[in-house]
């Protein structure tokens, strides 16, 4: 079986790791909450509203999620909008290495969250 450090370099798909400790030390690295992502910086909701996410296996929170309200929405999709022209010119090389990164953090997160107990 790959490590989870062989999985990062190739971001290939491989089986979960046994051990859910290289999960929790990454959410609690980022200290268990996340905000929107939008015009390149981290904020939150323009409402408060956010959300818990529990590990189903335990049922133990895993963490806190901020919601989107429509004002936020409509925030990122202006910030898309205006970085569109300057991103749209970029070699395929840029985008795919931004969606290589947020692939790993959500199949890290999606193969934590999807187990069972």
Known sequence: MKEITEIFDTLEYGPAPESTEPVDSWLDQHGREFSLWIEGAWH?????????TANPAT???LARITQGSVADVDSAVA???AAF???SG???APAQLTERLLDADLI???DFHSRRP
């Not at 909701?45 to 818990?52: I, V």
């Open 90 to 92: 970029l070699t395929l």
């Open 85 to 87: 022209p300057a991103w």
């Open 79 to 81: 910030a898309a909008r």
């Open 108 to 110: 890290l997160l999606g």
């Open 59 to 61: 049922g133990r929170p």
């Open 44 to 52: 939150d909701s323009s409402d408060g509203a956010g959300f818990e």
